[in-house]
């Protein structure tokens, strides 16, 4: 009997992690929805037992230390990332703002790739430099990244793609610099969501997602994930579980049922944004669609070579409008929602100011850009949309 075989290949585990515990009688296709503060064990022992190898093995113990519909979902990310084990944060920011508490002290050297999400750069100006970690951003490519590690940079913090722009960096060499220097290095895999890129398997030590995104996908939970290698596992389950950082199980349960259909979903979203990423590259008003799926995009080599698909995200730069065009544009959109976020099964737009999310790389004289996430509805009416909010621009 294959019953108990481990299936192997990506969207059977989505569709097969995380499996529930029989009841009398037979067992759920889902895990349930466990929602408890006090754990309860019989005897003293039990509870003093638990509590010792709680810091270093996944007990159910407290309400604070994760709880099995968590750790459910936690399973389906260690199995997408491929790591060693997975912590489950209220939000991505949180989950990224844990993966410097955990391996930064005050007096330490971190590096910080240009192209990040852009409150991470808010945490570094609050929180990161007044505490005392010395941050210095290297360029997204990662070409200028030896120049700037020392003996004391302990932690290279890359995203790739990168936020807006989506510039590729070759991470498998970011990791034998950032090793050789006895630092880790950390990835924002948000972007590729363990389907289309795989951080752990190019050689970092520690991937972080944004699960608001694609494996949550329907625009309604916030959750970060962290996955690490075995080797890079305990200060973050350590500084996790001293700050009492928890994630509520109903938020995990959507997640997990989100995660059983991001493999399909991605595959739509990539056919739909692919199609519009042509579309848009043949519009007069357009002059570069900015997707690393392209062969235009600057990145496209390290695409093809490390990523495993494109997901719903394109931008573009006009060739001839005032950014007040733009957003004229953005507002003539009926299909597409105007907000911050993506990862949901809608279409969304938004105006981006590149150039005040890099200090690097000059964007400066870039004609304004639009984000698009390109969502599940039919891409014919999509096309519809923009094109008669083009004709606005133009007319206008
Ligand atoms: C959205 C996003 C985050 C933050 O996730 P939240 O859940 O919104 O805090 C982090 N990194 C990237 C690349 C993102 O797009």
């Given at each position: 009997m294959s019953r108990t075989r481990q299936p192997s290949r990506l969207a059977t585990r989505l569709v097969k992690g995380g499996a529930t515990a029989p009841a009398a009688g037979g067992r759920a296709v889902n895990p349930a929805l466990v929602r408890a503060s006090t754990v309860l064990f019989d005897t003293m022992d039990d509870l003093n037992d638990a509590r010792r190898r709680r810091g270093t093995e996944r007990l159910f113990t407290y309400g604070a230390r994760g709880n099995p519909t968590g750790f459910a979902l936690e399973d389906v990310v260690t199995g997408l990332e491929g790591g060693y084990r997975t912590r489950l944060f209220p939000t991505g920011l949180a989950a990224i703002s844990m993966v410097f508490l955990a391996y930064a002290r005050p007096g330490d050297h971190v590096m910080v790739a240009d192209c990040v999400y852009q409150p991470l750069r808010h945490f570094v100006d609050t929180f990161l430099r007044p505490w005392g970690v010395e941050v210095s951003y290297f360029r997204a490519d990662g070409s200028d990244a030896a120049r700037h590690i020392t003996a004391r940079t302990k932690l290279v913090y890359a995203e790739c793609p990168g936020s807006l722009v989506y510039e590729m960096c070759d991470l498998p060499a970011l990791a034998e610099l950032a090793h050789r220097h006895g630092a880790l290095l950390v990835a924002d895999n948000t972007w590729g969501s363990?389907?289309?890129?795989r951080p752990l398997m190019l050689g970092a030590d520690v991937s972080v997602m944004a699960a608001t995104k694609y494996l949550s996908g329907h625009s309604d939970v916030m959750m970060g994930t962290v996955t690490t290698t075995r080797d890079a596992w305990q200060p973050l389950a350590t500084m996790a579980d001293a700050q009492g950082v928890a994630v509520s199980p109903d938020d995990a349960w959507l997640v997990l049922r989100g995660t059983r259909t991001l493999a399909a979903r991605l595959e739509l979203h990539e056919r739909h944004a692919l199609e519009i990423a042509h579309w848009l590259a043949a519009q007069?008003?357009?002059a570069r669609v900015l997707c690393?799926?392209?062969?235009?995009?600057?990145g496209h080599a390290l695409w093809r070579r490390d990523c495993h698909g494109t997901n719903g995200l394109l931008s573009f730069e006009f060739a001839h409008a005032s950014p007040a065009a733009a957003a004229q544009f953005v507002d003539a959109l009926e299909l597409f929602g105007i907000g911050a976020s993506w990862g949901g099964f809608e279409s969304l737009a938004l105006v981006v100011g590149v150039a005040g999310t890099r200090t690097c790389e000059d964007w400066g004289a870039a004609g304004p850009i639009v984000r698009l996430h390109i969502g599940l509805e039919d891409p014919r009416d999509l096309v519809d949309d923009l094109g008669r909010a083009f004709e606005g621009v133009s007319g206008g």
């Amino acid at each position: 009997m294959s019953r108990t075989r481990q299936p192997s290949r990506l969207a059977t585990r989505l569709v097969k992690g995380g499996a529930t515990a029989p009841a009398a009688g037979g067992r759920a296709v889902n895990p349930a929805l466990v929602r408890a503060s006090t754990v309860l064990f019989d005897t003293m022992d039990d509870l003093n037992d638990a509590r010792r190898r709680r810091g270093t093995e996944r007990l159910f113990t407290y309400g604070a230390r994760g709880n099995p519909t968590g750790f459910a979902l936690e399973d389906v990310v260690t199995g997408l990332e491929g790591g060693y084990r997975t912590r489950l944060f209220p939000t991505g920011l949180a989950a990224i703002s844990m993966v410097f508490l955990a391996y930064a002290r005050p007096g330490d050297h971190v590096m910080v790739a240009d192209c990040v999400y852009q409150p991470l750069r808010h945490f570094v100006d609050t929180f990161l430099r007044p505490w005392g970690v010395e941050v210095s951003y290297f360029r997204a490519d990662g070409s200028d990244a030896a120049r700037h590690i020392t003996a004391r940079t302990k932690l290279v913090y890359a995203e790739c793609p990168g936020s807006l722009v989506y510039e590729m960096c070759d991470l498998p060499a970011l990791a034998e610099l950032a090793h050789r220097h006895g630092a880790l290095l950390v990835a924002d895999n948000t972007w590729g969501s363990g389907v289309l890129y795989r951080p752990l398997m190019l050689g970092a030590d520690v991937s972080v997602m944004a699960a608001t995104k694609y494996l949550s996908g329907h625009s309604d939970v916030m959750m970060g994930t962290v996955t690490t290698t075995r080797d890079a596992w305990q200060p973050l389950a350590t500084m996790a579980d001293a700050q009492g950082v928890a994630v509520s199980p109903d938020d995990a349960w959507l997640v997990l049922r989100g995660t059983r259909t991001l493999a399909a979903r991605l595959e739509l979203h990539e056919r739909h944004a692919l199609e519009i990423a042509h579309w848009l590259a043949a519009q007069p008003a357009v002059a570069r669609v900015l997707c690393p799926a392209l062969p235009s995009h600057p990145g496209h080599a390290l695409w093809r070579r490390d990523c495993h698909g494109t997901n719903g995200l394109l931008s573009f730069e006009f060739a001839h409008a005032s950014p007040a065009a733009a957003a004229q544009f953005v507002d003539a959109l009926e299909l597409f929602g105007i907000g911050a976020s993506w990862g949901g099964f809608e279409s969304l737009a938004l105006v981006v100011g590149v150039a005040g999310t890099r200090t690097c790389e000059d964007w400066g004289a870039a004609g304004p850009i639009v984000r698009l996430h390109i969502g599940l509805e039919d891409p014919r009416d999509l096309v519809d949309d923009l094109g008669r909010a083009f004709e606005g621009v133009s007319g206008g």
